[in-house]
């Protein structure tokens, strides 16, 4: 066993700290405050080729492993959450089904741009009435000669309404019965008649982060448009949303660890009785226990990272860092906030945002709930049916 | 064009440096990262590479943990590297430094040498002052802008009080300063094709070296002592000649 960093993916961790603490952390309050989406700080990530990193060269990708988009990933999330979602979104859910799943034809037409981070593609599942259960779906697609016509909504997708948003993969029914729908997966490009989006949501974090309500009104792709194996739809998007979830649990792996870092740092500075509080013992069993937490969390994380490297399938691993990232740090934000006592609660400093931003991660990419079941239903799998 | 930038590894300047009480020099075994001061010097050459044609060699003088330096310099486009790690190196003074330094850059044969204009540890200054010396070419040191047209080198050399400019003709040592440029960050496909490019690492026994090193050190670091504490202020009080007075004193700290 070896828990050593390489030299590339060390490189890879710097890289990444250096630009958010230079780039992203001095901007950060001011885009949370206004709900102005980054494109510069995107063109930037994408300078660095963030969005390329993990994919094959012979794709376009700069051959980074799973483990390294992981450490860039908790590295910008360590500056700002909507940053890093950003980037996490538009990787794991954006590109990735065209890597797995798309047609050489289809790889040809959108990757460029997305790897490059100048264009970003949003990923389509949820509905009003599909969350959790995304089967639900209710979209339809219907075939009419060369054409597939796509009808229906999908709600709080991230990545669909910024500048830069050049289309959405979306999942919709295509045949089937009750209980046993049939879901295609469809690439849909911004601008194609009868596809709008709502305004931004308001939402209680991630401010800087798009998120749209999208609409589809007789929408009508091509045959081509079709992404992966029909009827695969829903097969496909599980197994995309896999990946999505170790960098989901990076993503929280970094807000705690800032977390943490706001905590030190102010612990050790503001004094009451005569001495820093960091010299109370209260204080520093809430640092350990955020730290040990902290640490839990990122081996998870690295572990579920590790496994996409060495054979592609994070499998229940991916869940279990999902889950215990995010709730470690809901955790820490609420320790973070407790340590800065009334200041905590200003926005002045970052931990209240970092308290606001951090909750949704208990819910995107599979709620804590969803993933406790998926984690249970690999642990029973065995006698089941016995 | 041939250029060849030289990068040193320094102790990672966030965390307060120490001294080794009994030899009186800086401790080296916290991390190391490349001299931020560097980060100049390579984004100068990949500049002028970039716009004359041609590519940056890296070389550096460093324990082999100095890799890291070269690998970063390496990701953020440099060409090549060259590491010269010897445990005889150790306790090397400026002018050891720099004869080890021009003899791994006379292998390589070189237009213009790129350092900074000191480093952020050691800051003596005159390590490329006496590179230029041993490499026979002139040094140009304290570059604020460089511009090359083909043939002639022109540059505008921060002074106390201004600016000198100075045109050389290649081969020459140029030392950069700090804001000369905006150094890029590496690009992850950097960091990934660094490990394919050409690396080597040299001894003293590769460049034909002996009495460098330590042993050979014609400098000793006699003492160290604290700065001398900060004088107060001088207050002027207005009494109608005070704007004169200021005035008179920038004038004769030649600010003004
Ligand atoms: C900011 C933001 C960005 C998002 N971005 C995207 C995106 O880009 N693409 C996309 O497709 N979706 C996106 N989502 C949607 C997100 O994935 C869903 O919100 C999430 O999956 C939960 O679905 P829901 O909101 O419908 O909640 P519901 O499914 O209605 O869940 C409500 C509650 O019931 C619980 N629950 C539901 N079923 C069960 C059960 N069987 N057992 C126990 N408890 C259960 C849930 O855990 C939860 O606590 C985003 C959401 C937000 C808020
Ligand atoms: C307080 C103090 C402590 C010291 N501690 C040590 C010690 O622990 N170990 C030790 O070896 N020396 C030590 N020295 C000696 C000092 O580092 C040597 O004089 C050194 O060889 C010259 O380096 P400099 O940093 O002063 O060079 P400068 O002349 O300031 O360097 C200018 C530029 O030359 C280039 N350059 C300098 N050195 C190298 C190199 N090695 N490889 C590539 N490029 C280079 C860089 O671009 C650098 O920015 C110490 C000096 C002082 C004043």
Redesign the pocket.
């Known amino acids: 066993m070896d828990f050593e960093l390489s030299s590339e993916q060390l490189s890879v961790r710097d890289l990444c700290r250096d630009f958010a603490r230079n780039e992203i952390a001095p901007k950060a309050a001011g885009f949370d405050e206004t709900g102005e989406f980054p494109y510069a700080i995107v063109a930037g990530m994408g300078k660095l080729g963030l969005f390329a990193m993990r994919f094959s060269e012979s794709l376009g990708g700069a051959g980074g492993d799973f483990l390294s988009y992981c450490l860039a990933i908790e590295e910008i999330a360590r500056a700002d959450a909507s940053c890093a979602i950003t980037l996490a979104?538009a990787v794991s859910?954006g590109i990735a089904p065209f890597v797995e799943f798309g047609t050489a034809a289809q790889q040809e037409r959108w990757l460029p741009a997305l790897l490059s981070g100048e264009k970003l593609w949003?990923?389509?599942?949820?509905e009003p009435e599909?969350?959790?259960?995304a089967g639900g779906t209710q979209s339809r697609a219907s075939r009419t000669g060369a054409e597939w016509v796509i009808n229906g909504r999908?709600?709080?997708?991230?990545?669909?309404g910024t500048n830069i948003s050049a289309g959405v993969t979306m999942t919709a029914v295509t045949g089937g019965s009750e209980g046993h729908k049939q879901i295609s997966c469809f690439a849909v490009e911004r601008g194609t008649p009868g596809y709008t989006q709502g305004p931004k949501?308001r939402?209680l974090g991630?401010h800087a982060?798009d998120?749209r309500e999208l609409l589809f009104d007789d929408v009508r792709v091509p045959a081509d448009n079709l992404v992966g194996e029909e009827g695969g739809g829903l097969r496909q998007f599980l197994r995309i949303l896999e990946g999505g979830r170790v960098g989901m649990a990076a993503l929280s792996v970094g807000v705690a660890q800032a977390c943490l870092d706001a905590s030190i740092e102010y612990s050790t500075q503001r004094r009451q009785f005569g001495q820093a509080i960091a010299g109370f013992q209260a204080t520093q069993f809430k640092l350990a226990d955020m730290a040990t937490q902290i640490e839990m969390a990122r081996l998870l994380t690295h572990k579920a990272a590790w496994l996409f490297d060495h054979g592609g399938k994070p499998g229940v691993y991916a869940s279990m860092a999902k889950l215990h990232a995010s709730e470690v740090a809901t955790a820490c934000a609420g320790q973070a906030v407790q340590i800065h006592g009334g200041y905590g609660f200003m926005e002045d400093l970052p931990v209240a945002r970092y308290y606001r931003d951090v909750k949704?991660n208990e819910?995107?990419?599979?709620?804590?709930?969803?993933q406790r079941?998926l984690i249970a239903r690999h642990l029973i799998k065995r006698f089941e049916g016995a | 064009m041939k250029i060849v930038v030289c990068v040193k590894q320094v102790p990672d300047p966030n965390t307060p440096g120490q001294l080794d009480p009994s030899t009186h020099r800086l401790r080296r075994d916290g991390e190391v990262v490349l001299d931020p001061g560097d980060e100049f010097g390579i984004e100068a050459g990949l500049q002028l590479a970039e716009a004359h044609g041609g590519d940056v060699t890296v070389v550096s003088m460093a324990p082999e943990r100095g890799v890291d330096a070269i690998r970063k310099a390496l990701a953020m486009g440099a060409a090549s590297g060259v590491l010269i790690s010897d445990p005889l190196l150790e306790g090397s003074d400026a002018l050891s430094t720099a004869r080890v330094l021009a003899a791994a850059i006379s292998r390589e044969g070189f237009d213009i040498v790129i350092t900074a204009t000191e480093s952020t540890d050691g800051y003596s200054g005159v390590v490329p002052q006496m590179l230029a010396g041993l490499l026979g070419v002139p040094a140009v040191t304290f570059a604020k802008s460089l511009k090359y047209d083909g043939t002639t080198l022109r540059v505008l050399r921060q002074t106390e009080t201004g600016h000198d400019r100075v045109e050389t003709s290649l081969p020459v040592v140029v030392t950069v300063t700090s804001g000369i440029n905006e150094p890029r960050y590496p690009s992850l496909r950097g960091i990934m094709g660094a490990k394919s490019k050409p690396f080597q690492t040299l001894t003293t026994s590769d460049l034909g070296l002996t009495d460098v090193g330590g042993a050979h050190a014609g400098e000793t670091m006699v003492a160290v002592v604290a700065a001398e504490e900060r004088q107060a202020g001088e207050i002027i009080e207005d009494d109608g000649t005070a704007a004169k007075r200021i005035v008179d004193f920038l004038a004769e700290k030649k600010v003004i």
């Open positions: 979104a859910l949003a990923f389509g599942l949820t599909a969350g959790s259960d999908k709600a709080f997708i991230t990545n669909a949501y939402k991630w982060s998120t949704i819910i995107g990419e599979g709620t804590s709930e969803v079941i």
